[in-house]
């Protein structure tokens, strides 16, 4: 678990973030490539792909916000810092802010003010009214991302007068390589991780992490037992659900751009293929999943997103199949709407 590749405090740069650029540049290189063998106007495609950003991130950043679970964290940082106390990482209580200051650079988010220092004392964020907005530290739902990147890719294409779809099935090889950069970035960051995993595959997080915080209220006497066991506090092994996503959308990816790509006989199919794939992946994956995130009753927030998604991926693939459609083309000619 590594939240913070360099630096620290407010100049740190955060892994999940770091990931989800990386992703991004490498998505936008691959869709430029794409729209150059097409005949599309590279500088609108490369402007289209940085409004999709900008949308992408601030969609994320409000689900993440409303729907994560976190709201009352965030109020409280503006309203209450004290009611987020949290002691170190450990579970000891702190004796000074130097000893909350230190934990913090080591990517634990518990705050840097040690309230009440002594047996009792507790490390208490700073207030902080604007944290929701603050995207980079980390929380971000990818649904959320999608569907504003999707409302801003229809309304932009509309304008310039592109096909959506077309546009799209450029764009659907990106996305797919994007997840698994942001998965890999949320592997580092120690989020999305899953339930508790008594086979090979589990992984254990570091005292302080998410993982640990939430297994200190309910499961304190197998931590207990496997610190005895192994000598080190560390979270129950788990699922890493953040690669089982990662793993399955890279698969995705080779699907869509050395299978698909030369082959795609109309518009709209590597988006279908792209919308039914990771529908069903993510409902599968959020089985495992055991973090702080919304639910609905039988599923979870993402789980009652994703049906959708398969739905309209299905509806692309039969529909659009049904229609003959010539071989992909630059958008119209001429002056395009600004």
């Given at each position: 678990?590594?939240?913070?590749?360099?630096?620290?405090?407010?100049?740190?740069?955060?892994?999940?973030?770091?990931?989800?650029?990386?992703?991004?540049?490498?998505?936008?290189?691959?869709?430029?490539?794409?729209?150059?063998?097409?005949?599309?106007d590279l500088r609108k495609v490369v402007d289209l792909?940085?409004?999709?950003?900008?949308?992408?991130?601030?969609?994320?950043?409000?689900?993440?916000?409303?729907?994560?679970?976190?709201?009352?964290?965030?109020?409280?940082?503006?309203?209450?810092?004290?009611?987020?106390?949290?002691?170190?990482?450990?579970?000891?209580?702190?004796?000074?802010?130097?000893?909350?200051?230190?934990?913090?650079?080591?990517?634990?988010?518990?705050?840097?003010?040690?309230?009440?220092?002594?047996?009792?004392?507790?490390?208490?964020?700073?207030?902080?009214?604007?944290?929701?907005?603050?995207?980079?530290?980390?929380?971000?739902?990818?649904?959320?991302?999608?569907l504003l990147a999707l409302l801003a890719a229809w309304?932009?294409?509309?304008?310039?007068?592109?096909?959506?779809?077309?546009?799209?099935?450029?764009?659907?090889?990106?996305?797919?390589?994007?997840?698994?950069?942001?998965?890999?970035?949320?592997?580092?960051?120690?989020?999305?991780?899953?339930?508790?995993?008594?086979?090979?595959?589990?992984?254990?997080?570091?005292?302080?992490?998410?993982?640990?915080?939430?297994?200190?209220?309910?499961?304190?006497?197998?931590?207990?037992?496997?610190?005895?066991?192994?000598?080190?506090?560390?979270?129950?092994?788990?699922?890493?659900?953040?690669?089982?996503?990662?793993?399955?959308?890279?698969?995705?990816?080779?699907?869509?751009?050395?299978?698909?790509?030369?082959?795609?006989?109309?518009?709209?199919?590597?988006?279908?293929?792209?919308?039914?794939?990771?529908?069903?992946?993510?409902?599968?994956?959020?089985?495992?999943?055991?973090?702080?995130?919304?639910?609905?009753?039988?599923?979870?927030?993402?789980?009652?997103?994703?049906?959708?998604?398969?739905?309209?991926?299905?509806?692309?693939?039969?529909?659009?199949?049904?229609?003959?459609?010539?071989?992909l083309a630059s958008p119209p000619s001429g002056r395009?709407?600004?």
């Open positions: 678990m590594y939240p913070v590749l360099l630096g620290e405090g407010e100049w740190a740069l955060p892994s999940y973030f770091t990931m989800l650029m990386v992703g991004f540049f490498v998505g936008v290189a691959l869709l430029r490539r794409q729209a150059m063998q097409a005949g599309w792909a940085l409004i999709l950003l900008v949308a992408g991130v601030a969609g994320a950043r409000l689900f993440h916000v409303l729907f994560d679970g976190y709201l009352m964290d965030y109020v409280h940082l503006c309203t209450d810092p004290l009611a987020l106390a949290q002691p170190l990482p450990d579970g000891t209580s702190c004796t000074s802010d130097a000893m909350c200051l230190a934990a913090q650079g080591q990517g634990h988010d518990i705050g840097a003010i040690c309230h009440d220092a002594g047996p009792q004392g507790r490390c208490v964020p700073e207030r902080d009214c604007l944290r929701a907005l603050k995207f980079w530290s980390g929380g971000l739902t990818y649904y959320g991302g999608f309304w932009t294409t509309r304008r310039w007068r592109w096909s959506l779809l077309h546009f799209a099935d450029l764009a659907a090889p990106s996305v797919a390589l994007g997840l698994v950069f942001g998965r890999l970035g949320c592997f580092l960051a120690g989020c999305c991780f899953g339930a508790p995993c008594a086979g090979r595959c589990g992984v254990t997080f570091p005292v302080g992490s998410d993982a640990w915080r939430l297994h200190r209220e309910s499961e304190r006497e197998a931590l207990v037992a496997q610190y005895q066991a192994t000598g080190e506090w560390s979270s129950l092994p788990v699922h890493p659900t953040q690669l089982y996503e990662a793993g399955a959308m890279l698969l995705v990816f080779v699907g869509l751009w050395f299978w698909l790509r030369p082959r795609r006989r109309f518009h709209g199919e590597s988006l279908g293929w792209l919308l039914l794939s990771y529908g069903v992946i993510r409902f599968v994956v959020e089985w495992w999943r055991a973090d702080m995130r919304g639910a609905l009753w039988l599923f979870s927030t993402s789980q009652w997103l994703s049906l959708p998604l398969v739905v309209l991926g299905l509806w692309l693939l039969l529909r659009q199949g049904r229609v003959a459609v010539a071989p395009q709407e600004t």
